[in-house]
């Protein structure tokens, strides 16, 4: 079966279940869409495409995935790379136009190292090194919750059942039952939305703690918390707590300059194609002001520079210049890591 019959059977499926509901219903093209995108999967560089609907914003958001290693075993230049994943774009979104009645699509891209790249970098079997890692991530969710009422809490495996037990101290003094109760069946899913076995424990009762101020200052947690996106990056504790940049912020407040820079810095690292000289190479495209955009960056050491360029409302490039990233603004800077978290949710899921 062709691609174009394929198109028509789906969509007649789908649109045949639609009228036979009482109610109007959106039809989800997402089925139709993966057959649209699966000949691209064929395509030079192209490693594998991601599709999902925002319902908020009633959007299909469609990403093409690019190995950096043969974009550049493919071209020699960044002008090169740039134009082949801008024709692979238009080409997707050509193809979606012709075949689908909807507009409602976003579509972008991004790279990684290279197809068979996975961002765990652990080896499956290597059984005690992931619990030794989820213990860590879990100890890390458990520091960023305010247990004003908790005098200690922790975390165990059970290796008879493969779960993760929460553990906790309290104190019988002041204790609001049905507000921890709360707190905890929060933190449980949390914990279960990672794929992890989990269940909270009931609390060891005691009539006073040891150390009454070990986890009853909010202010202290909080900055305990910034030290660790300090030491560890926020690209680490991200990826490694699932956490979103807002939830992270309710905890911490604003987050200063540095640890954004250091967040490119990580992703640089990460996503980039490392030279034997020692450098790293991001072809990566991220508007971060209205038709300007950074097309490239380079990292030697700590030092990263920015290829960025200017368009006119005709897509015309009217001027390019290389700028250090630490000359960039506060809000540049922000622009482009919102952009990278955004890019790699799914590799942290």
């Given at each position: 079966?062709?691609?174009?019959?394929?198109?028509?059977?789906?969509?007649?499926?789908?649109?045949?279940?639609?009228?036979?509901?009482?109610?109007?219903?959106?039809?989800?093209?997402?089925?139709?869409?993966?057959?649209?995108?699966?000949?691209?999967?064929?395509?030079?560089?192209?490693?594998?495409?991601?599709?999902?609907?925002?319902?908020?914003?009633?959007?299909?958001?469609?990403?093409?995935?690019?190995?950096?290693?043969?974009?550049?075993?493919?071209?020699?230049?960044?002008?090169?790379?740039?134009?082949?994943?801008?024709?692979?774009?238009?080409?997707?979104?050509?193809?979606?136009?012709?075949?689908?009645?909807?507009?409602?699509?976003?579509?972008?891209?991004?790279?990684?190292?290279?197809?068979?790249?996975?961002?765990?970098?652990?080896?499956?079997?290597?059984?005690?090194?992931?619990?030794?890692?989820?213990?860590?991530?879990?100890?890390?969710?458990?520091?960023?919750?305010?247990?004003?009422?908790?005098?200690?809490?922790?975390?165990?495996?059970?290796?008879?059942?493969?779960y993760y037990a929460i553990r906790s101290k309290m104190s019988t003094k002041n204790h609001n039952t049905k507000a921890l109760e709360k707190e905890f069946e929060f933190l449980?899913?949390?914990?279960?939305?990672?794929?992890?076995?989990?269940?909270?424990?009931?609390?060891?009762?005691?009539?006073?703690?040891?150390?009454?101020?070990?986890?009853?200052?909010?202010?202290?947690?909080?900055?305990?918390?910034?030290?660790?996106?300090?030491?560890?990056?926020?690209?680490?504790?991200?990826?490694?707590?699932?956490?979103?940049?807002?939830?992270?912020?309710?905890?911490?407040?604003?987050?200063?300059?540095?640890?954004?820079?250091?967040?490119?810095?990580?992703?640089?690292?990460?996503?980039?194609?490392?030279?034997?000289?020692?450098?790293?190479?991001?072809?990566?495209?991220?508007?971060?002001?209205?038709?300007?955009?950074?097309?490239?960056?380079?990292?030697?050491?700590?030092?990263?520079?920015?290829?960025?360029?200017?368009?006119?409302?005709?897509?015309?490039?009217?001027?390019?210049?290389?700028?250090?990233?630490?000359?960039?603004?506060d809000d540049e800077i922000f622009n482009v890591v919102d952009d990278m978290i955004r890019n790699i949710e799914d590799n942290w899921d």
């Amino acid at each position: 079966m062709n691609l174009q019959e394929s198109i028509r059977r789906i969509l007649k499926e789908e649109t045949d279940s639609v009228k036979n509901l009482n109610e109007s219903k959106t039809i989800d093209y997402n089925e139709l869409i993966y057959t649209i995108l699966e000949r691209f999967k064929e395509e030079d560089c192209i490693c594998d495409t991601r599709v999902s609907f925002d319902v908020e914003e009633n959007y299909y958001d469609i990403y093409l995935v690019f190995s950096q290693e043969e974009l550049h075993d493919k071209f020699s230049d960044v002008m090169g790379i740039r134009n082949y994943i801008t024709e692979m774009m238009n080409d997707v979104k050509n193809d979606l136009e012709a075949f689908l009645p909807i507009r409602n699509i976003f579509i972008g891209q991004y790279t990684k190292p290279n197809c068979k790249w996975s961002p765990l970098n652990e080896s499956e079997d290597d059984e005690e090194k992931k619990i030794q890692k989820n213990l860590k991530v879990i100890n890390e969710l458990i520091k960023m919750f305010d247990y004003s009422e908790v005098c200690d809490m922790w975390v165990e495996y059970d290796p008879e059942d493969g779960y993760y037990a929460i553990r906790s101290k309290m104190s019988t003094k002041n204790h609001n039952t049905k507000a921890l109760e709360k707190e905890f069946e929060f933190l449980e899913e949390l914990i279960k939305s990672l794929g992890l076995k989990a269940y909270v424990s009931h609390p060891y009762w005691v009539e006073e703690c040891e150390d009454e101020n070990k986890l009853n200052e909010s202010e202290d947690k909080n900055q305990s918390l910034l030290s660790l996106i300090e030491e560890h990056g926020l690209y680490e504790f991200m990826k490694m707590t699932g956490l979103s940049l807002p939830q992270i912020y309710t905890k911490t407040g604003e987050l200063p300059r540095e640890v954004f820079e250091r967040f490119i810095r990580d992703f640089i690292n990460e996503e980039g194609y490392h030279q034997i000289n020692g450098s790293v190479q991001l072809g990566y495209e991220v508007e971060i002001l209205h038709n300007i955009y950074i097309n490239h960056f380079y990292m030697v050491g700590d030092k990263v520079t920015v290829e960025i360029r200017r368009y006119d409302d005709y897509n015309e490039q009217t001027d390019g210049y290389i700028e250090s990233l630490s000359n960039l603004t506060d809000d540049e800077i922000f622009n482009v890591v919102d952009d990278m978290i955004r890019n790699i949710e799914d590799n942290w899921d």
